[in-house]
C-alpha cells in the first residue's frame, strides 16, 4: 500500500495585519479595503520557501530514522536558486544520506501536488522509497497590490512511503494548461495578475470542476464518497459556486486559512492537506486538488495508522506560535521590497568559498559537529583533537548531529551594533543537552523575553545574504521557547 | 628549568603618541612619532637596535601586512624586522618578543612598536572582518565586540545572583573612574569627565552595556626600547631601572567555547597567565603587591572581570570592591586605569599594549605630575584580552624597580 506516512507544517511566527498594509497603501487602491480583512502569515526576515520547507519537513519526520530516507521533492514557485538544486539543500539540512533522489518541482502553483503525485508513483514504482516531499512559497505582490494583500507564506511536508501509510493514495487526475491568470517571468520578483473576472469565472470556477469530474469519471467514483475536499480559491463566491456545484455541504470543504495565512502559492493545497490531516480518521476519503496552468487531483483514504502517528506541531501548532508584526515597513524589509541603510557594518563582504563548503557541507547544513569515540563529548564544530582536555584524542571521532537536539541559552546579548535588518541582533552561547556549546544568533524572539537557562530548539535559517553574487547562505539559530 | 624573565631586562626608553581620531596622521607617521620619542627617551641612536618587532593587527584597514611599513617608515637600516599579531594582545606580543630577543643574548637592543589605525573604517566600533576564518563566517552568530563581550554581564549575573542593576551600578562606576583619570590625561582621547546619571541613562550598544560600558575607537602608536640591565646603567647612569619582572600569555584551547565547563563569569586565560606571571615576578599576593594595573577594559564587564580573574578581588565580590573606590586613583586599594584605560585612550590594537606598558614606565620613574602619579610604585601590570569571553588571547605583562 502507498500513500503518506507521515506528515508536517509550518507557519512563520510573524502575522501581518492586513488593515495594517491598507492604512499605509490603500490611497494607491481604495477597492483594496474589501482584501484588508484578517492577517497574513510572514516569513521572518531569515526565512524563506527553503528554510520554511526544512521546518515543515523537520515536523514531518520528527520520530522517523532519517537513514531510512530515499528523497526529497521541493515544490515553490520561489526558489532562491536558479542553478543550484534546491531540494538538496533541504536534503543537507535535514542530514539525510547521500544516495537519496532529489528534485525540484517548479513553475506552477500546482507544483506541489505535482510533485506528491509524482512521489506517490516513485512509491509504487518500487523506484524509490520514503520520500520527503515539501511544499513552501514566499510570494511578493507590488506595495499597494491585491496581491501583497492575499499572499502569506507557510510550509507542508509529507512522507510519502510504501509502510506503515496513515493515508493511502487512490490515484491522480492531472489538467495542463496554459490558462495564465498569474505570470512571473524570470528575471520579475513581483507576480502580475490578469483581472479577477478572468481569474474567477474563467478560472477556478471552470478549470476546478473540470478537473474533479475528471478524476470522478476516470475512478468512476462520486464526490458524495468523500469527506472532505480540498480545492485552493481564494475568492469567497467562487468557492460557494464550486460547492454549491458538487453539492458540497461546508464540513467537507477545508478552509483555505485565508484570514489567518493568506494565499500560498505551491504550499496552499498541501498546507490544507497537512491540516485536515490533523483531524482525519481511519476511513475519512479525502480529495486534494492542486490548481495553477491547469490542476492535479489525487484522493486518499485515511487508515488506522493514523491514531498511531505521534502529535505533530502541525499548521496548527504553529498558527498558534503567533507575534504580531507590527511595522509595515519591517516586512517590505525584510522582503527587500524596499532598500534601507543598515549602516556601512552591513557592507562588509562575505565571500562563499565553494571547496569550503563542499568539505564542510555537513557541518554547514546538517549542524553536525563530532562526537569522540573515546570519552563521548559532543563537539561543535568538528574537531580532529578531542577538546575534552582530559581526553585529547586524535582522530577518534564520529559525526554527531546537533540539528535535533534541544538546548539552553548559556548567555545572551541584544546588539545593536552589529548589522542587522531587525536590530538588536540576539544571540549567545548555548549548551546542548547531552553536551556540546556554541554560539548561536537566536531567531523567532525578543530581548526581553529571553534568560539564561531557557530552553531552546535549532531552526535552519538564513545567516546573511550576499547581495554582490546573489548567494543565500543558511545556517542554523537557536530558537528560545516561547510559544511551540 | 627555565627561570623566567625577571629582572632579565629593563625598558630603556618609551614613547607613545597621542591617541584619538588621527584624520591628520597616518599609520606611518604616527609609528615616526612615537619611534622618535622612544629613541630621544632611550638616549640611544637608531643605529644601536640589534632587531625590531611591529604589533599591527588589522592590516586591511590599517598599514598593511608583513613588516615592510614599519622598517620604511622608521628607515630602520636594515636589521631583522618582524611583525606580530595576537588580537588585542598584539602591543605586549611585540614587546614580548624584543624582550626575549635581549635576554636570549642575541641582541643587546631591541625595539618593540605597536600601531593601529582604526579610523580610516568609517565606521563606530572595531571592524570585525578576518578575525574568525572562512568558516566561521559561514556558521559564526552576527557578533559585535560588544555583544560579545556583553555576555560576561547575563553569565555573571546567572552565576552569583547579582541582580542586573547592582551590576549595572558596579559597571558605571568603572567607567566613571576611567573618564576621571583620563581627563587628567593629555594624550587621551577622551578627556571629558562624566557623570554617573550620565553612563547609567546612555543608549543601548549591546544589552546590558551602553555607551559609556564601551571603549572608544581611536588611531595611536606606543613603542619601547628595552635592552639588558647593564647596558641600561652605562647608558642611564642616574635613573632608576625599570625591570620586566613577567611576560606572560595564555591563549585558550578552545575548551571554554566547545565544552561546558567554563562558567560564562569570568575569564580563565586571564587567571591562568596571571597566576604564571605572580609566580615569574615572585609576587605572593598581587592585592598587596601590586601597586598599580592597567587592564583591558574594552568594555567596562571586561574590567570587572578581570578584578576577579587576576586574583584582586574575591570571586563574586568585586561588586563591593569597585562601589567602595578600591580601583580608584585615589582610593585605599590598588589603581586601575590610572591613564583613563582603553576607556579614554580607544584602542588602536597594536598599540594598546604598550600604551599600558608606558603608563607603568611612567608611574615607576614617578614622571607624572603630582595629581595623578601613584606614590611610591612598586609593581605595575598591563593586561590584554584579544577576542572574546569564550575564545581569546591574555597577556600579562609586569614591570617594577
Known sequence: ?484 | MAEGIRDKVVVLGMGCTNFGERWDASGEDLMVDAFIDCLKDAEIDKNDIGAAWLGSCMPDISIGSTALPCAKALKLPFIPVSRVENACATGSEAFRSACYAVASGVVDIALAIGVEKIKDTGYGGLPIAGFSGQLANLIGANTSAPGMFAQLASGYEAKYNVPMETLKQAMAHISWKSHENGAMNPKAHLRKRVTIEKILAAPMIAYPLGLFDCCGVSDGSAAAIVTTPEIAKSIKKNQELVKVKALQIAVSSGEESICNEYDGASIWTTEIASKRAYKEAGISDPRQDISLFDVHDCFSITEFSTYEDLGISKKGKAVDDVLEGFYDLHGNGIPCQTDGGLKCFGHPIGASGLRMLFEMYNQLLGRHPEERQIKNPKFGLTHNLGGQPINNVVSINILGT
Not at chain 1, 454549491?244 to 498546507?271: H, N, R
Not at chain 1, 476511513?283 to 490548481?291: A, F, L, T
Not at chain 1, 511595522?327 to 565571500?351: N, P, Q
Not at chain 1, 546573511?464 to 510559544?483: E, N, S
Request: charged residues 25%; hydrophobic residues 40%.
Open chain 1, 1 to 484: 500500500m502507498v500513500g503518506i506516512r507521515s506528515f508536517g507544517g509550518y507557519v512563520p511566527r510573524y502575522r501581518l495585519n492586513r488593515g495594517n498594509i491598507f492604512k499605509s497603501m490603500g490611497w494607491i487602491n481604495m477597492a483594496n479595503i474589501a482584501l484588508s480583512r484578517g492577517e497574513k502569515a510572514v516569513a521572518n526576515m531569515d526565512e524563506d520557501s527553503l528554510t520554511m520547507a526544512v521546518s515543515a519537513s523537520i515536523d514531518c519526520i520528527n520520530g522517523f530514522d532519517k537513514s531510512d530516507l530515499g528523497g526529497v521533492y521541493f515544490a515553490s514557485t520561489t526558489f532562491p536558486f536558479k542553478e543550484r538544486q534546491n531540494a538538496g539543500i533541504v536534503a543537507g539540512a535535514l542530514n539525510m544520506k547521500d544516495d537519496v533522489r532529489s528534485l525540484d518541482f517548479a513553475g506552477s502553483l500546482k507544483s506541489g501536488t505535482s510533485a506528491l503525485i509524482a512521489a506517490m508513483e516513485a512509491c509504487a514504482s518500487k523506484g524509490a522509497n520514503n520520500i520527503v516531499v515539501c511544499g513552501s512559497d514566499s510570494r511578493l505582490g507590488k506595495m499597494g497590490s491585491p496581491q501583497e494583500l492575499i499572499f502569506g507564506e507557510a510550509a507542508a511536508a509529507f512522507l510519502a512511503s510504501d509502510t506503515d501509510v496513515i493515508a493511502e493514495y487512490k490515484g491522480s487526475f492531472s489538467l495542463s494548461l496554459d490558462f495564465v491568470d498569474h505570470v512571473r517571468g524570470s528575471n520579475s520578483n513581483f507576480d502580475r495578475q490578469w483581472e479577477d473576472r478572468w481569474i474567477r469565472d474563467m478560472g477556478f470556477t471552470k478549470i476546478i470542476p473540470q478537473a474533479i469530474n475528471g478524476f470522478l469519471d476516470k475512478f468512476n467514483v462520486k464526490i458524495e464518497d468523500f469527506s472532505k475536499v480540498i480545492y485552493p480559491c481564494h475568492y469567497f463566491p467562487a468557492r460557494k459556486q464550486i460547492d454549491k456545484m458538487f453539492g458540497l455541504s461546508p464540513e467537507k470543504v477545508q478552509d483555505t486559512m485565508l484570514g489567518e495565512i493568506g494565499e500560498m502559492g505551491a504550499a496552499q493545497p498541501l498546507t490544507m492537506l497537512a491540516k485536515a490531516l490533523e483531524d482525519a480518521k481511519p476511513g475519512d476519503k479525502i480529495m486534494v486538488v492542486g490548481y495553477g496552468n491547469g490542476c492535479d487531483v489525487l484522493a486518499f483514504e485515511v487508515t488506522e495508522n493514523i491514531t498511531k502517528l505521534a502529535k505533530r506541531t502541525g499548521i496548527s501548532g504553529y498558527l498558534a506560535n503567533r507575534a504580531d508584526l507590527k511595522e509595515y515597513t519591517k516586512y517590505l524589509t525584510w522582503r527587500h521590497i524596499i532598500d534601507i541603510d543598515a549602516g556601512l557594518r552591513s557592507e562588509e563582504d562575505i565571500w562563499t568559498r565553494w571547496s569550503l563548503d563542499w568539505r564542510e557541507r555537513k557541518t554547514i547544513l546538517g549542524f553536525c559537529g563530532t562526537k569522540c569515540t573515546e570519552c563521548n563529548t559532543p563537539q561543535f564544530p568538528p574537531q580532529k583533537i578531542c577538546a575534552n582536555p582530559n581526553c585529547g584524542s586524535v582522530d577518534t571521532r564520529e559525526e554527531y548531529c546537533f540539528a535535533d537536539k534541544k538546548g539552553k541559552i548559556f548567555s545572551y546579548t541584544g546588539d545593536n551594533l552589529a548589522a542587522s535588518f531587525d536590530p538588536p541582533q540576539i544571540y549567545g552561547n548555548v549548551d546542548f543537552d547531552g553536551g556540546g556549546r556554541y554560539m548561536l544568533n537566536c531567531t523567532d524572539c525578543e530581548l526581553d523575553a529571553i534568560s539564561v537557562s531557557m530552553p531552546v530548539s535549532f531552526s535552519f535559517r538564513i545567516i546573511f545574504y550576499d547581495k554582490i553574487r546573489d548567494i543565500t547562505r543558511y545556517f542554523w539559530k537557536a530558537v528560545p521557547k516561547q510559544g511551540v
